[in-house]
């Protein structure tokens, strides 16, 4: 049986989805964002074995929707005969997968029959929100293996900050998120890209917070916030989605510190893997805008994965091509604002 979850059946949802970006709380937390929201369970002699969360965005100057569906279990035939019903439910023109499906990098061809699955079933190949790489780190292993996974460098900036007397404080609290906020701030600022917006923040906060499932920890020397980063955990499995830093006082290495002693944290918590939310493709290029912060992650150690990718399950495809022209349009215009803002 394939239905619509109910209020009373949120635990039982949180149990069988396996990514935040899935969980009833963040999709509550959109829903305040101005979205819809839609929940739908698959059923097996009354029992609900998977299910998805699917937002729907307005799009301008047409009477249709943008449908997303992020981190979701492998696609099967229930699965796109559901988003199926939710696109035509909600006047979607698309509705966005990008699974939660990765293997190692240098095994992808082990993604091209799921490929030719959602191409089959109407998906063609879209642009990606979620980077397709990120790193992965086994928790598993011990805290004395991992440390010698780290590069050299890396191990001798995570001492280093441990010699110069940063501290790794966890926050987990409105002030927490005001002192993120504010350092994000910053980082924005000086790094010339875009981030979400306060409010988005704090209405993440509001939602979030009681969960247990997002933690807020800094990095202080001499009395000052460096370094504040944003962690999810999910059953067993912690993850890096947000960070910022300050300019000040970088020789400290502060952010090194903050990423092993997140290491650290998650096998305390006894988390078996730590996803670090994206990264570059293999070799990629040091004039890329991302080059420094996937050269910071590559330095732990951990596998570099391929996720299966960025899909639009299209239901008018004429519109659905004009759409993508006018998207790749507006995406070229942001990228000269922002040049134009730092000259």
Known sequence: MIREIRLEEKDKYNQVVDHPLQTWEWGEFRHQTGLKVERVGFFSAGRLNKAIQVTFHPLPFINYTAGYFPKGYMPDEDQLAALKHLAEKNRALFIKLEPEVAKEVGHASAHRQLADFLVEHGAI????????????????KSETELFANLSSKTRYNVNLA????????????????????????????????????????????LNLKDSGMMKIFTAVYEGQVLVSWIIFVLHN??????????????????????????????????????????????EPSPRDAWFGFHKFKQGYGGQHMEYLGSYDLVTNQPLYKVFRFAETWRWRWLRLKTQLSLS
């Open 237 to 282: 499995k912690l993850y890096y989605p947000y960070g910022a830093s300050r300019s000040i006082h970088r020789d400290v290495m502060a952010s090194n510190l903050m990423m092993w002693e997140m290491i650290r944290y998650g096998k305390q918590k006894k988390c078996t893997q730590f996803d670090l939310w994206g990264c570059l493709g293999p």
């Open 162 to 205: 441990a010699r110069k007397g940063v501290a790794i404080i966890e926050d987990t609290s409105d002030q927490g998120l005001e002192t993120y906020i504010k350092i994000l701030e910053e980082t924005t600022h000086r790094k010339g890209f875009y981030a979400h917006t306060p409010d988005y923040f704090r209405k993440m906060w």
């Open 125 to 140: 190949p879209g642009r990606p929100l979620f980077s397709n790489y990120s790193f992965m780190i086994d928790l598993k």
